[in-house]
Each structure stands twice: as structure tokens, then as C-alpha cells.
């Protein structure tokens, strides 16, 4: 069975800094996808950045990056140079397998960022 | 592109009557559709996987009976709450995939009450 770990239930950051939320996940899958949304209170989901379990290099996309580190089974996000306009819920989410598709995701993290 | 559009936004009913959710791809198509829910201040579940043209697969503990999954067409999946109650009210939210292996885009989800 798979199973992700937020372990950061919320966090503050000031604007401008940058923030690292953790993911953990445990899988016997070899081949398996990590995802991070983003969810701000209007409660859509907005795919932020993807990490295949076989790509050698973090994912990078704008402002986020995505801190792979397989042999740890953490896969941290890292959101640089924060705006007002991140605060949300973030969720780290994985699909794995057999099963490829089915997201499992974490509790997720609130952050809110300020001025 | 990957837009995928849900209808309607919000509905607030009374118990025992049926909801009915449509989630639609509007510029892909989607073979595969997830439905999730999420209760409040909690993370996303699971409930089923619809697939176009089949009958959709239940995650354990979701009655199929009570969720019925329609997936007609490769870009509408619809889901009917059946016999609605208040304990089911949540705020429900489906997602489709662009292609095998990638990533999963999600509606702006539904907030159903019922009173």
C-alpha cells in the first residue's frame, strides 16, 4: 500500500522569502508519479508541479521546484520569492503502479503568507 | 488547455432527494475520469474511477449504489448522489487525465449541502 505524509500542518512565511513543505511517501512500486496542488480557499485544485520516479532531475517549474531525493522518499516543494497571492493549501499527492492514475494524497499544508 | 469544467459549482437540497454532478473536459478528451471528496478541513478521497464506455470502480467503503457514475462520452462523467443525506454533503470534485502517464487535471469541484 502507498501512503504520503505531510507532516506540516501549517506554516507562515513572510513575502519575498522562500518555503520548503515537506512530503514524505512510501511505495514498493518502482515506477511511480509525485504531484503537488495547490489549493486556494475557492477549493479548485491547481496542479503546481509533477516528479516521475525515473527522471534523474528535480522538476522545476516558475517559482517552484520540487526537491526529489528518492532514496529518502521525500519529494519537498520549494516555493521561492512568495507572493500574497500563495497562500493556500498545498498538497503533496502520488499515483503509483498498477493503479496509475489514483491519487493518494497528504493531509496537506496551509501556509499563509505575509506581508 | 486540459480545462476541465464541473456543474454546478454549488446546489443545497433537501434529504432524500437525488444531485446530479457533471464533470466535463472541455478541450481534451478524457477516457479516464477520478471523482474525489473532500470533507471539510480534511484532504482529498478518493471515491471512484470512471471510465468511458464501462462501468466505473468503486474505491473500497464508497457504495456504488449510492454514487452512480455515468462516464457517457470521453469528455462528460457525471456523478448522482442518490437519496441524498446531510452526512453526505461535501464538497466533491473530479479529475480527468490528458493522456496515459500524465498529469491529472481537476474541475473546480461542487459543494453539495444537504439539509
Known amino acids: 500500500a502507498q501512503k504520503i505524509t505531510q507532516t506540516q500542518p501549517g506554516m507562515f512565511v513572510q513575502e519575498k522569502e522562500a518555503v520548503t513543505l515537506d512530503c514524505t511517501y512510501d511505495?514498493?512500486?518502482?515506477?511511480?508519479?509525485l504531484f503537488w496542488y495547490k489549493q486556494p480557499s475557492s477549493g479548485e485544485m491547481i496542479f503546481l508541479i509533477y516528479?516521475?520516479?525515473?527522471?534523474?532531475q528535480n522538476a522545476t517549474e516558475g517559482r517552484y521546484s520540487l526537491n526529489f531525493q528518492k532514496a529518502r522518499k521525500s519529494a519537498n516543494l520549494v516555493i521561492s520569492a512568495s507572493q500574497l497571492g500563495d497562500s493556500a493549501m498545498y498538497f503533496c499527492a502520488m499515483t503509483s503502479g498498477g493503479s496509475w492514475g489514483k491519487l493518494q494524497f497528504g493531509a496537506g499544508t496551509q501556509v499563509v503568507v505575509t506581508p | 488547455g486540459a480545462v476541465v469544467s464541473q456543474h454546478p459549482s454549488w446546489v443545497i437540497c433537501k434529504s432524500g432527494t437525488s444531485v446530479k454532478i457533471e464533470c466535463r473536459s472541455l478541450?481534451?478528451?478524457?477516457?479516464?475520469m477520478f471523482w474525489y471528496r473532500q470533507f471539510p478541513k480534511q484532504s482529498l478521497m478518493l471515491m471512484a474511477t470512471s471510465n468511458e464506455g464501462s462501468k466505473a470502480t468503486y474505491e473500497q467503503g464508497v457504495e456504488k449504489d449510492k454514487f452512480l457514475i455515468n462516464h457517457a462520452s470521453l469528455t462528460l462523467s457525471t456523478l448522482t448522489v442518490t437519496s441524498a443525506h446531510p452526512e453526505d454533503s461535501s464538497f466533491y470534485i473530479c479529475?480527468?487525465?490528458?493522456?496515459?502517464?500524465?498529469?491529472?487535471?481537476f474541475g473546480p469541484g461542487t459543494r453539495l449541502t444537504v439539509l
Open positions: 511505495t514498493s512500486d518502482q515506477s511511480y508519479g
Open positions: 479529475s480527468a487525465d490528458t493522456g496515459p502517464r500524465d498529469t491529472q487535471y
Open positions: 478541450d481534451f478528451q478524457a477516457t479516464t
Open positions: 516528479q516521475g520516479s525515473y527522471d534523474e
